[in-house]
């Protein structure tokens, strides 16, 4: 059974640096992308960026290029989502989800709460 | 590449055949997928390549178009689909969604 286990709920203060992950399982790793995808209290989804663990290869909204972090260990099938510098905006629910290229997103994490508040 | 639903939200009854409709701003062929939101819980795709029902969907959903102008069909809407629906497109990136179109009981 394909499944992307994400981790737990984060608060975090602003200015803290922050790791999120999101684990496969069920299908080679390597042989699909991860996306990330924001969903801020009450509103809808956006694509974050999206990395082929393969060779760590990453492309980025402009929307979010600069403040995010994409990354992968393909040797324990973890992708990963950093900030740096959190801000009281970045308070949202974050989603992983799986594709090949030019496929949709059928495989998804439950989703990882990150509070941003001082 | 913008995408734009309509209506934003709909209040409708169980048995009614419900349309939502997705605009991009410029061509993307059938590269469309449907995706569809419970509260509290992740998206779950229903309909790729702008008419192909992802396995174990019902018949009931149902997709068409191309080029820029797209629909999302429930023909006989269940107490179970009561929800939100993003379009999102995979012609290029960035990869974007629409804005949603939440689906209410009336």
Redesign the interface.
Known sequence: EVQLVQSGAEVKKPGESLRISCKGSGYSFTSYWISWVRQMPGKGLEWMGRIDPSDSYTNYSPSFQGHVTISADKSISTAYLQWSSLKASDTAMYYCARHDYGDPFDYWGQGTLVTVSS | IQLTQSPSSLSASVGDRVTITCRASQGISS?L?W?Q?KPGK????LI?AASTL?SGVPSRFSGSGSGTDFTLTISSLQPEDFATY?C?Q?NS????????TKVEIK
């Open positions: 590269y997928a995706y939101q992740a998206p779950k795709l790729y992802q993003y999102q995979l990136y960035p990869r974007t969604f629409g804005q949603g």
